[in-house]
């Protein structure tokens, strides 16, 4: 892991902007300094997390399902038998149960101080090709997302959201949302549209989320190239591109936020960190 400089920030713009009024203040805001993570203050704050898995994204070794092989899968069986609206209602049943504010208390009262978010773009687009689920006012609705970060903000958790499914998805393992289907690198029309929607799904959460104390981090991608064989150079090669891509995405509108990169499973999988200019990574 490297960690870069750290950013600058405006205490007031990020007290203007926080999307809450909570336990969290500006002072809050957490940013990194050489290896360390610390608040505005200057005063290191050590993450102890739960990730929230198998939440808004499914995994079958947390969550094991009959009769599917991925997250995917799933929702084009409950699709076909029941109707679209029917599918994702079931779907919001089962979210709206799985994780409760009862949760996050005893996770609150354990000790920690952080909780991961895993999502997948299908929380958020009907299908691949970027047709939005909108609220009841007609506007893109985040609100699972807003429910999350609101919640643990007054219980003073910390909260890591984590882009665990790319749209064209960034692995071939099921963990993206859908088994043996690693497209978003794909040097083809269909590959530049995948990266479009992501851009478009970063670039809506990082302006949702500006000046939020809350937020932890953006975890940018899940483990991407996960079970993708080495000999794969093609794909692999658009790793560092990706990243780089998805870095400039969110500061186009976010300047402030820590942003998480992952590598799997090497550091060569990153790109250099003497070339990149990246700070408060």
């Known amino acids: 892991v490297t960690l870069f400089s750290t950013f600058g920030f405006s205490l007031a713009t990020s007290a203007e902007t926080a999307t809450t009024e909570s336990g969290f203040t500006a002072e809050d805001f957490l940013k990194t300094k050489g290896r360390k993570i610390v608040n505005q203050n200057g005063e290191e704050i050590r993450l102890k997390g739960v990730n ?10 947390l969550c094991p399902y009959e009769e599917a092989t991925d997250h995917y899968d799933v929702l084009t069986k409950l699709t076909n038998r ?8 079931l779907m919001n049943t089962y ?10 208390d005893d996770i609150k009262e354990m000790g920690f101080n952080c909780v991961r978010v895993p999502f997948w773009f299908r929380n958020f687009y ?15 609705d985040f609100s699972r997302l807003e429910w999350v970060v609101e919640e643990c903000s007054e219980r003073r958790l910390y909260v890591v959201l984590d882009m665990h499914g790319a749209v064209g998805y960034q692995s071939d ?21 995948y990266r479009e929607l992501t851009d478009e799904l970063w670039t809506e959460i990082a302006t949702r989320f500006k ?14 190239m996960c079970d993708v064989p080495a000999s794969e150079f093609d794909r692999r090669k658009n790793n560092t591109f990706i990243y780089k891509r998805l870095y400039n995405t ?3 509108v976010d300047a402030e936020h820590i942003i998480t990169v992952e590598s799997i499973w090497s550091p060569i999988a990153l790109p250099n960190s003497l070339f990149t200019g990246w700070k408060n990574v």
């Not at 929230?52 to 070794?61: S, V």
């Not at 029941?82 to 209602?89: L, N, P, Q, T, V």
């Not at 009907?126 to 893109?140: Q, V």
């Not at 393992?173 to 549209?193: F, I, N, R, V």
Request: contains cysteine.
């Open 126 to 140: 009907y299908d691949d090709n970027g047709r939005k689920i909108l609220d009841e006012n007609g506007n893109w």
């Open 250 to 252: 969110v500061r186009a």
């Open 95 to 104: 979210m709206d149960n799985w994780i409760t504010e009862k949760d996050l």
């Open 211 to 224: 000046g939020n104390p809350a937020v932890a981090m953006y975890d940018l991608l899940n483990e991407p």
């Open 82 to 89: 029941f109707g679209e609206d029917k599918a994702y209602e």
């Open 52 to 61: 929230l898995g198998t939440w808004m994204i499914w995994e079958d070794w």
């Open 173 to 193: 393992a099921p963990h993206s949302g859908k088994k043996g289907s690693c497209s978003l690198y794909d040097d083809t029309e269909q590959g530049e549209k």
